[in-house]
């Protein structure tokens, strides 16, 4: 079962504009990571946030995580049409190493 | 240039007919990791693999099956028993819990 879910399935922006994304996840985990995917592509890593971080950043993204919710989201600061691609949240638990992914959010920014 | 390598890129299979995908990695890790990707959907774990001669079945294994006889290789079969193969199938592999690394892809269509 999926583990990750996130919200919106879909988001449009206009270039230099601002993104947020949001993941919810079920169970406790020990990491949780964001992906990114261009249209046909494999998956890229962008960030791991541990369970007992709260906030990570790593050029312009923005990662925070509230373990007590449950959820996680992702923040692209002035964001370029280059970033028009699939995001994808996925989880770790403590109890085994197979991760799983949520359904992701489609984020299309226009120049 | 290290990194996961999925052959081939596109995949046709008739009715009734085995056909195995090809998954090698040279990052020396343990675990490996097969996913179903369906269009505008998130991905759906297969099979994976945290060392060799061990794996386990995720969340959709009826039709497929894996072997893990070298570190580096991870190939998946699907067989005739799953009867909606169509999809983007990607590979991965991590060490622990940690960062995926994934391939390019796999695009398998049905004849």
């Known amino acids: 079962s999926q583990q990750g879910e996130e919200d919106p399935q879909a988001l449009s922006i206009q270039e230099g504009e601002n993104a947020t994304m949001n993941c919810s996840y079920k169970?406790?985990?020990?990491?949780l990571q964001w992906y990114r995917q261009n249209s046909g592509r494999g998956l890229v890593h962008l960030i791991l946030?541990?369970?007992?971080?709260r906030e990570k950043h790593s050029g312009r993204l923005r990662v925070t995580l509230d373990t007590s919710k449950k959820s996680s989201s992702l923040l692209i600061t002035a964001s370029r049409a280059a970033d028009t691609a699939s995001y994808f949240c996925?989880?770790?638990?403590?109890?085994?190493?197979?991760?799983?992914f949520g359904a992701g959010t489609r984020l299309t920014v226009k120049p | 240039d290290g990194g996961i390598t999925q052959s081939p890129k596109y995949l046709f299979r008739k009715e009734g007919q085995n056909v195995t995908l090809s998954c090698e990695q040279n990052?020396?890790?343990?675990?490996m990791y097969w996913y179903r990707q369906d269009p505008g959907q998130g991905l759906r774990l297969i099979y994976y693999?945290?060392?060799?001669?061990?794996?386990q079945k995720g969340d959709i294994a009826e039709g497929y099956s894996v072997s893990r006889e070298k570190k580096e290789s991870f190939p998946l079969t699907v067989t005739s028993a799953q009867k909606n193969p169509t999809a983007f199938y990607l590979c991965?592999?991590?060490?622990?819990?940690?960062?995926?690394?994934f391939g390019a892809g796999t695009r398998l269509s049905v004849l």
């Open positions: 991965a592999s991590t060490q622990g819990a940690d960062i995926q690394y």
């Open positions: 169970t406790s985990i020990n990491n």
């Open positions: 946030i541990r369970s007992n971080e």
């Open positions: 996925a989880t770790a638990t403590h109890l085994n190493n197979d991760m799983r």
């Open positions: 990052l020396n890790h343990d675990a």
């Open positions: 693999s945290q060392i060799v001669n061990d794996f």
